[in-house]
């Protein structure tokens, strides 16, 4: 099992918000990275560090961290953002990377 | 638009060697890490491990036995070998780019990813 752990799956309902979690007791110390992946793609980043979302990534969304918990948070879902996410962090030793399980998102 | 693209044999026996080479377009490699993340069918990503341009690799504890990734700058290319495969290693095979910009594993560019199936 992985050291970042995420729901299996979660649904919303389009134009509503949606918030994907990744829990691990690395995320205390380490930023969390999110990724988007689409059926038969690669996966695209979303999201990383403090604050930083690459060009190309639509404002909706967003990320946030208390504690172990870090969140993905899209405001607004649209239909085009159906799609596994992952997260990514260092695990407990800090020096390796690890992925969380991943979450599919429906939406509604 | 750095853009990679990862070759190599689709099909490997148990037993046998993988391996793959990932050939980096558009950008030098100089300052970035080079990493190898791998997909089972239907199932999460797993990172393999990276090396800095300069050679200094980190690598999955879990494959850490059986793993070596090594870059050629004049090429543009690093390259994933992964011995003593097995029908677990079955994956498809992501090459990407790592930032190295936070603490978190930010990979920029992916390449399109290649299967690699173990069989006899």
């Known amino acids: 099992s992985s050291e970042l752990t995420q729901d299996p799956a979660v649904s919303v309902a389009l134009g509503q918000t949606v918030r994907i979690t990744c829990q691990g007791d690395s995320l205390r110390t380490y930023y969390t990275t999110w990724y988007q992946q689409k059926p038969g793609q690669a996966p695209v980043l979303v999201f990383y560090g403090r604050n930083n979302r690459p060009s190309g990534i639509p404002d909706r969304f967003s990320g946030s961290s208390s504690g172990n918990t870090a969140s993905l948070t899209i405001t607004g879902a649209q239909a085009e953002d159906e799609a596994d996410y992952f997260c990514n962090s260092r695990d407990s030793s800090g020096i390796h990377l690890v992925f969380g399980g991943g979450t599919k998102l429906t939406v509604l | 638009q750095v853009q990679l693209q990862e070759s190599g044999p689709g099909l490997v026996k148990p037993s046998e060697t993988l391996s793959l080479t990932c050939t980096v377009s558009g950008g030098s490699m100089s300052t970035y890490y080079w990493s190898w993340i791998r997909q089972s069918p239907g199932k999460g990503l797993e990172w393999i491990g990276y090396i800095f341009y300069s050679g200094t690799t980190n690598y999955n504890p879990s494959l850490k036995s059986r793993v070596t990734i090594s870059v050629d700058t004049s090429r543009n290319q690093f390259s994933l070998k992964l011995t003593s495969v097995t029908a677990a290693d079955t994956a498809v095979y992501y090459c990407?780019?790592?930032?190295?910009?936070?603490?978190?594993?930010?990979?920029?560019?992916w390449g399109q990813g290649t299967l690699v199936t173990v069989s006899s």
């Open positions: 990407a780019r790592l930032m190295g910009s936070s603490s978190g594993g930010d990979f920029d560019y």
